[in-house]
């Protein structure tokens, strides 16, 4: 069922180790550090988002003390 | 009615988000079983090439990969259509969550296809028609992605995108007929490798497998990133207030 002879028969590629894990490797990288990336910008933005809330709630709440003690 | 038409409006990126949310680790599973069962179809199981030895191995992912920076686009320009036809919000923000993936899957496509050129060819890099188009395809998800990084208003960012898109939908006919329409030293049907059918199967169905793969992952990569899109452009609505606020608790 299995192809290989052997692990490094597997790594070898008949020859064609760098072109073939080349290739393999890359779609790897890519495929393992978009998602990190994406998942990252997620979180910087949903941390922006909420300072920038918090400042909007402070910002009306100092407001309306600063009203209600002048 | 007139009321009702807008509140559904209104509501569809606040249903949406949650919906996507709950999709998305159901793509990335899909993504996983048919990457997990391609590879071990294609890299362990398929039987040498007759002509190409095992350097044809590199089908398994330059083969999907190439489709899916066609379909990526087609999609994109697909959801253009509908944003500029019917001005709906969401289309443009599904356009701009999978122009980076499609950036990716077009220079994964060279980046393999120059890894299998030089060893069959002679050559990481030929003016054919194929590779030419294909890298014409490239620049054009670029050329969207920095004309709507460089448009402030997101909304006019989507219009002139969107009008890229449509336009340069043109590339992808001439990429996927090139091997029929000039002589081109990359080869035609990619699909059968060998005469013997038993050996072509195994090899089909792990493309196929990882093209299912490739596809499912950008879907779950592509509604990951629609979701942050939706929380910065729907910043001042309530859902998304009070989305951030739960997510605090």
């Avoid at chain 1, 692990?7 to 020859?15: Q, W």
């Avoid at chain 2, 998800?141 to 002139?160: H, M, N, Q, S, V």
Wanted: proline residues 3%; contains cysteine; positive net charge.
């Amino acid at each position: 069922m299995i192809h290989w002879q052997s692990f490094a028969d597997f790594l070898a590629m008949g020859g064609y180790a760098g072109y073939v894990w080349g290739s393999f490797g890359a779609t790897a990288l890519i495929m393992i550090v978009e998602p990190i990336l994406v998942a990252r910008n997620r979180r910087n933005t949903i941390s922006f988002l909420k300072r920038q809330l918090r400042a909007e709630a402070r910002a009306e709440s100092g407001a309306i003390s600063g009203n209600t003690t002048v | 009615m007139n009321d009702r038409f807008n509140l559904y409006r209104f509501a569809a990126p606040a249903v949406f988000y949650p919906l996507a949310g709950r999709l998305v680790p159901w793509f990335a599973g899909l993504a996983a079983i048919f990457g997990l069962a391609g590879l071990a179809l294609g890299m362990l199981v398929a039987p040498t090439d007759f002509q190409q030895g095992e350097g044809y191995r590199i089908i398994f992912i330059h083969v999907p990969a190439s489709w899916m920076s066609m379909f990526i686009y087609l999609v994109m320009a697909f959801w253009a259509a509908i944003g500029l036809a019917f001005n709906t919000r969401l289309s443009g923000m599904m356009a701009q969550a999978l122009a980076p993936t499609g950036a990716l899957m077009a220079f994964l496509s060279l980046w393999t296809g120059a890894l299998w050129g030089k060893p069959m060819w002679g050559a990481w890099w030929v003016w054919d028609a194929r590779l030419t188009s294909e890298l014409i395809l490239l620049f054009l998800y670029i050329g969207y992605l920095a004309l709507t990084a460089a448009i402030d208003d997101p909304r006019r960012a989507d219009k002139a995108g969107g009008l890229l898109l449509l336009v340069g939908v043109v590339n992808v006919p001439i990429i996927y007929f090139s091997v029929k329409w000039w002589n081109t030293l990359h080869q035609g049907a990619s699909v059968s490798l060998t005469r013997s059918p038993s050996m072509a199967s195994v090899m089909l169905w792990g493309m196929l497998l990882m093209a299912l793969c490739f596809w499912m992952y950008t879907i779950a990569v592509a509604l990951l990133r629609v979701r942050t899109i939706l929380l910065e452009r729907e910043r001042h609505t309530d859902w998304v207030k009070a989305e951030l606020t739960g997510e605090t608790r």
